[in-house]
């Protein structure tokens, strides 16, 4: 059944369209083929997920729990050949993948957490107030529970952590929604082996039909979001794909949400003060965090700016030197491969914009890149230095002084992150940029580099569009559990109908917002 | 400066298109003339709130509910001249007016309790692990702040509560939003005063110019919608108008959020065991609900769904009766007049649904009608059953049996309130009814009436589209700030630059989620 679709907790292989997966370094097919969704597929797969909402929306949090912990124990028995085949299908490190793997079980573990925990149910209770003038109150409580069916585009550069398991599933699972998984086209047989180490965590914990199902193909995900039981969608990718899918979305006879992360360029000032005092040390740690992962990380700092000094420009030279002396890479398949070679191109055809360092882009690797932008190129919004460019590069430049910074910051579109290299006294000239840079991104950083992204309660992996469709979600951490859940109120129901989390003995032991005052007391 | 437009904390009539309000009764002009926005004025409100956003935003908490406790004694202030224009414009008793006046500033007053009560920031912080393997975990800390400026579409049955100060105002306040609100037409002499009262209560509280903006006339509300400094939009009204305003901004080049509460027809199931019990009581209430202020509520009652029995039809007897003692009713406005009209001819018009009771609809006056639907209606989801009529009617429908009743509950549409009129009998045996309805409906009532909505933390005014755009929102109640709020994290950032809600003295006394434990504590 290998490379069939997973529909309803069984495979299906309806269509005649077949696809196979390639080794990323030598471009070889791998073993294996997959059947494309027919239109009838996705439909079945989204009935499936809509049929098993009912039921699994229905269940406790701790048994949703136990499913997510068996999901993230199915993913750590993955073994060496699973690493191995992840490593073809994306030329990425086994240490990476490992890592990877680990990180991916931890965020289905961090969400059971937060099922146990109770508070994603946002617990509310304004009691009846029978003698209330002019009219009595009636009893009026609230809780938040699943908006429905969620389908969900992985994406090429995590294949476990922002993929078929990844965080858009595993927040969608816990929010009580069954998922669609449009699986990645660059690493099919890795969705493959996710999938049915999913499959058999469901089958263990007892849990519908239907919880969790993929689809394979082309074009398969347009009819997905179209599809009229599906209730929002998940997405990591390009902007030109993400805009795609909430146009789709939109313009459905019922639109539906989609949290698109899609594109940022975030990026890092270094300041006076950290320049003078670490210089050498910054552009080496930036170099490293540029090309980490061949660079192709949402979070990767695509954008360096600093004000006009001596300092900033022997910064730049030791930046352009440490650029210089890093390897090509491989990256994840050729279509990013092409896409990096013609963000390369347009940058070095530009007039405003200079090439420091990195040798001619040819062949089949990616080479590290560092150019130099005009400071007139980001205060007039130049678009090409809004533009991500996915890959091992990152674009320099020179603001005149403090208040050219702040127009610089000002003219940015939305970002993941920004980031300040400073020295405190760095941070005490400079503070009034802080509520400018909360304006711009979802995440700020002093004196590390954005492409860590924790998996914890804290963490926003989200920003003003264009980084991601919609600044009020975000795609990592507990948080992003919001996203699919919608709040119900109930008024004047008997405690027998009412949901768990709702019932005067308070039986989830949930801390809930009573009368307006916050309480774990029964009542 | 009467009827010239709000910007910036001054007025403005910069344009030559000039509008005058009517009294709803009689269609006579009423003394004073407002001077439609021009393209530089829309241009200029929005501008104006994008200015004052950073330092509106800024303020503490306290601050901002102080504005809004200050609006709320401005609005209670309006006297007994401001009540008989309100009744003028859209024809509603002094009584109802007065009461609305009352509810719009406890509105305001409640979301000052939400900005002293600080849950709605979010604070999550997630302490650095500098000793965890393989790499250190930094210090992260999450807080919700403002969206940016919010454009507020009031709706025309609610001329306080859900207009120039309603709800949408009150919640994007709150979240530290400067708003501009598109006054509506239909009591542009209300939103004057008001909007008046919300300028004084601004200088009084030393709020920046440009917190409020108000711009009047026809067709500015797209420009507002398209403007780039506009970041979420709130709207009350017609299905047709809200989603006009959903495709207008998904269409931006940055698409943005609209919470757009539209239409709804609000079911009740009336049960066996409470119609053999309380048939007629039950018939004379509904009844009362329906022609309730002309039956102008997003809430009315709009479909009877019962199950065929001899109780049944003696309640549809009386409800028959009861609705054809209903007097006419002047409606908000002519347009509401004519809307209502039309509504009923399509209903007398289908060959599916009888009259049951009601006079010729004519003249200058909503008249109450009843009409019967053939269940097969519901059944095979006939659109014209799922329309809102809006205005003091409403079609009752008989299904065969208990599984006929689940079917038309499966095909209705998206609903802001879903009502059980039940004795505890009833309430065992279709107690699988429930999870069908927090399906369909934001708000599930047992033994009430849906047309009272309660302003308070655990009332959810949404639901399901075409109820609202997005159900993940309410428009009344506390949790309305939520749809104005985004989140950003902080990654190291020392405490003197951190939002008070994350310094770690905890200065406004949270309930803070630290390391996974909600704890007041300071650390």
Do not use: W
């Not at 009026?140 to 078929?164: I, K």
């Amino acid at each position: 059944m290998f490379g069939h679709n997973f529909i309803a907790g069984a495979r299906s292989a309806q269509g005649n369209v077949t696809l196979q997966s390639v080794d990323a370094s030598s471009g070889e097919a791998l073993p294996g083929v997959f059947h494309q969704a027919t239109v009838e597929e996705v439909d079945a797969a989204a009935r499936a997920a809509e049929a098993a909402f009912p039921a699994y929306n229905a269940l406790s949090p701790e048994r949703r729990a136990q499913f997510l912990d068996a999901i993230a124990t199915e993913l750590e028995a993955l073994g060496d050949d699973f690493i191995a085949t992840v490593c073809r299908e994306t030329a990425l490190p086994a240490a990476r993948i490992q890592g990877e793997r680990g990180r991916t079980a931890n965020q289905m573990r961090l969400f059971a957490k937060v099922l146990r925990r109770g508070d994603f149910l946002g617990a509310r209770i304004d009691r009846a107030l029978p003698e209330r003038q002019p009219l009595p109150r009636p009893d009026l409580r609230q809780y938040r529970t699943g908006v429905g069916p969620v389908a969900v585009f992985g994406a090429s550069n995590f294949p476990l952590a922002f993929s078929t398991a990844g965080g858009d599933t595993a927040a969608a699972l816990a929010a009580g929604c069954p998922v669609v998984v449009k699986a990645h086209s660059g690493h099919m047989t890795t969705a493959e082996f996710v999938g049915e180490a999913i499959i058999r965590a469901a089958e263990a914990t007892g849990m519908p039909a239907g919880v969790f199902n993929m689809i394979y193909g082309a074009g398969v995900g347009e009819p997905l979001v179209k599809h009229p039981a599906i209730q929002a969608v998940g997405f990591t990718g390009s902007l030109k794909g993400g805009r795609a899918l909430c146009d789709l979305a939109a313009a459905r006879p019922q639109p539906i949400p989609v949290f698109a992360e899609m594109s940022s360029i975030n990026p890092v000032l270094v300041l006076p003060a950290a320049l003078k005092a670490r210089g050498e040390q910054v552009a080496s740690e930036l170099a490293a965090s540029v090309v980490m992962g061949c660079g192709q990380f949402c979070t990767n700092p695509g954008l360096v700016i600093g004000i006009r000094s001596p300092e900033f420009e022997a910064f730049l030279q030791t930046l352009a030197a440490r650029m210089a002396d890093q390897p090509a890479q491989t990256m994840l398949n050729t279509g990013t491969l092409r896409s990096y070679e013609k963000g390369i191109q347009k940058l070095l055809a530009h007039s405003g914009i200079s090439h420091l360092a990195g040798t001619v882009q040819e062949g089949n690797q990616a080479r590290p890149q560092l150019f130099r932008a005009d400071a007139a190129l980001l205060l007039n919004g130049d678009p090409l230095l809004q533009e991500e460019v996915f890959g091992p590069t990152t674009v320099v430049s020179e603001v005149a002084d403090e208040a050219e910074l702040r127009l610089a910051l000002e003219s940015l579109h939305g970002q993941l992150t920004a980031t300040l290299i400073a020295e405190p006294s760095d941070l005490s000239r400079f503070a009034a940029l802080v509520p400018v840079l909360e304006r711009k991104a979802g995440r700020l950083l002093i004196n590390g580099y954005p492409t860590g992204v924790e998996v914890c309660d804290a963490m926003v992996h989200g920003g003003p569009y264009p980084a991601t469709s919609d600044a009020r979600g975000t795609s990592v951490g507990s948080l992003a559990i919001d996203r699919f859940l919608r709040p119900v109120c109930y008024q004047n129901y008997p405690d027998e109908l009412l949901p768990e989390a709702l019932k005067r003995t308070n039986p989830l032991g949930l801390l809930r917002l009573v009368d307006g005052e916050f309480s774990r007391e029964a009542f």
